[in-house]
């Protein structure tokens, strides 16, 4: 290490990262790791100004003084590492730097917990001696304790610190330790804070500050852990362990992590002006929903729109118009789109990628990520931070948090998903934003700035409806707007969706009133609007509607259709009874006529499955293609996708997924003639003489589905004396009539007991949903009952019952090989999600001697994207035709395993 002329400060002795012994550079500094990350900060906030605005309006500071203090927080993230027993976990750094410290391991506490405490004991005083005014009597500290939280608590979750034990953890530093700190906080003091000062004697009280505070927390803790990322990218931060000035060396990683911003694409982009529905759809006649977007007035705030219209009227498109002109208006970047399963997902991700170059001046420029659970390059992340061995190996608890659970949500090989300037993905990308898991605050980071679409907002149970009402008023209170698209609200739900919305933004709640249907509802500045808009004749339909119990005259309704040619879709509600409806089917019918689609594929087949579909099915299809196809679907085909079919069976469902089936019904005006509409409903006649298991009876499987007997009976009683339906006219009646109890129609009594019954889980899951989600007042901090966890964890979706990945491989040469045959993301594609009771019914009676030894097992696990931590490897030998269950540390023979590719996993056997 080379001297300097200047007096060599103790801070000098410290590293900050570190490699094997034998590379050339061995550590880095660890002055200059923290002013690598406040480096990628300053150089993001340039990026996007509106953070460092939203930032410095909140905390009523005036804007250059508030980036000095970020990054002056920000770069004392890592003053733990000051700790010796920190420095003992790479003792040839440590020697190298400091021969004569003693190496000292005996310390439980991790460095985000100790550089919060130093702060706490020592730093702060200094702090507000030479920074702060206020009154004598008040206490600011618990505010910028918060904030300086959100810094040292940059490894995904907050740092817990028992005060109790504050002189247990100051334990940890020698008094060298404390001197070298001490000095590297005035030098960052003097590069950052010179002759500034913080007045507080504005603010209410102290109370009002620390509020502030906590709301701000959230988003300065996403901003931390992002800059510390790209700041340990070895990529473009050299280890560097020569003196020279801080000064200097600031001047020069600020040229190197302008560099990481644009080649990670994370710079900003900025937003075509004065595009036309035309030009950016390539659509010169447009419906009412598109008329309106186009026109309606905008706020100069955040905002919230609630479109409900028919589905096939364009919502989509209305949608990311209102998307356009809020972004060309300031007031967002970029657009994160969010649907309710990867199908969908995939769906909307294929429409966007033609259009969202027509919002940005370099579309070249612009990420576009397809962003869900299983799209994952776990190892392009890895190799793009540049981690270490060294690290790998003895920073477990240290670094793992920086490098591993990022993995769960990466989605290439350039960016973080909701980071992307266009994302696109399933709504539970968003939703982990606002639940205690790990790098939560990362995901509101990359919301921030970004319009908010949610689609088939009505496809969300209770449970995640609290969180989406959360995420909400997150984004709300970051500035954000959102857009939220349905077929099928109630009024209940929009007037909650719109209070969620205003809470956030700090308004009074607006009591909406019409019930017009196709309606925007537009809602700001602590009003709202509501516009109804018109129903064009072509869009208005009318669905002959009939109830049939008999499943022979459905199945031979089915063939008749498939004879004459109709391409026919069975929607049944449950995977059991798709695959028992199938292989009936598949008796009679040539292979390439019959088509399976559901969730329970492995990614692969559900790829592949997906794509066919929507080639036979889709808005391009031919009619020798669609010519005598049969879909067999479950719930996967009922939102989002653009399908069409001449014929349509449903199983009897709540009306508002009814509505939704039925919009799959001669969609689209083809030029072939087709069959007069009607929808077949199959199911249990809704009599008036009904018994209690009137609905369970006839669907044994279906009834754990959909719980709610009444409900289901109202639907079909509506719909049986209509014996029609007429859209856009009956959505509202219907959906108001089996949710709201607004018309005379009364239930049997009979199903009184279930309906309390479900009525008292919905109530219990919504309590749930409220209890896991993060408070937005609460602020990025944790106490000592606090759950975070990372995102296998705690769950966007409440199942009633535990479900668990599984990745299926076959032996080869004594190693498992994945079953799905691919050159990038073999695992992934060969896993699929299913319930645990599957694997433990399979497990019954099997031999208890593990097939296994535990060296071996942990062999096999390693292997696995995750290790084996939250799945199961289900094994197949050719040469045995045995399949081996391994799982939690064990393994055991499974009798039979009905797995085949394009089928599924089967359930029924």
Known sequence: MKSSKFIVSQFYSYWGKAANKDEENAFHLLPYHCLDVAAVANCYLAEHPHLLTSISVSLGFPLLDTKSLLLFLITLHDLGKFSVCFQSIAPDALKTLSPETEIRRNSSYYHDVLGQVLWREHLIQLFFRDHIVCNKDDDFSHGFNTLMGSSTGHHGEPTFTDTQKNNSYMESFDKENIDAATQFYHVIDKLFLSNIKFDLTGFDDEDDFLTRCRRLSWWLSGLTILSDWLGSNTKYFKY????????????????????????????????????????????????????????????????????????????????????????????????????????????????????YKH??????????????????????????????????????GELDTATAFCNAWIVDNRKKALLANIGVGTIDQALQSILPNKHQSLRLLG????????????????????????????????????????????????????????????????????????????????????????????????VDVRLIDNKDEIEKYIFEQLQQGCCVCWIRNTVHDAIETYEKFQIILPPDKITLFHARFTMQDRYEIEDKVKDLFGVTSSLEQRSGQLLIATQVVEQSLDLDFDCMITDLAPIDLIIQRAGRLQRHKRGEKRCAPILLIYGPLPRDDVQEDWYGAFFEKGKWVYENPEQLWLGAKLLADKQKLVMPDDARELVECVYSNACELIAPSCFTKQTDKHLGKQHANSNHGKSNVNKLDAGYERTSTDSWSNDARTTTRLNNEEHINVYLAKLENDEPSPWCKSSDFAWQKSSLNIALRHLEKKAKGLPESPVFSSKEITELLEKLPDKGRYSALLLFNPDTKIWILVRDGKSSQVDHIDYVPKKGFLTNK
């Open 240 to 355: 560097e362990n020569e003196v020279q000035s801080l000064d200097s060396y600031w001047e020069k990683t600020n040229e190197i992590a302008r560099k990481s911003i644009t080649e990670s694409g994370l710079n900003h982009i900025d937003i075509k002006k004065n595009q036309t529905f035309q030009a950016i759809f390539n659509k010169q006649n447009l419906r009412p929903s598109q008329q309106l977007a186009t026109t309606i007035n905008l706020s100069n705030q955040a905002q919230l729109f609630i479109l409900e219209d028919v589905t096939g009227t364009g919502k989509t498109e209305a949608a990311l118009m209102l998307a356009y002109r809020l972004m060309e208006k300031g007031l967002a970047d970029g657009i994160y789109f969010g649907l309710p399963t990867m199908a969908t997902a995939n769906g909307i991700y294929d429409r966007l990628k033609n259009i």
């Open 447 to 542: 919301l921030f700035q970004k319009i908010l679409i949610v689609d088939e907002v009505h496809a969300y149970d209770d449970y995640m409806q609290e969180l989406l009402g959360s995420l909400l008023k997150f984004h709300a209170a970051s500035g954000g707007s959102a857009i939220l698209l349905t077929a099928t609200l109630s009024k209940k739900m929009r007037q909650k969706l719109a209070n969620n919305f205003s809470d956030g933004r700090g308004f009074k709640h607006y009591f909406l009133q019409k019930n017009d249907y196709p309606l925007l509802t537009h809602v700001y500045e602590g009003k709202a609007d509501e516009v109804s808009i018109k129903a064009l004749p072509e869009f208005k339909r009318e």
């Open 359 to 396: 919002f940005f001046e370099t579309p070249d420029l612009v990420s576009i990520v397809l962003a869900h659970a299983n799209n994952k390059l776990a190892k392009e992340f890895h190799d793009s931070i540049g981690v270490h061995p060294i690290e790998e190996k003895i920073l477990k």
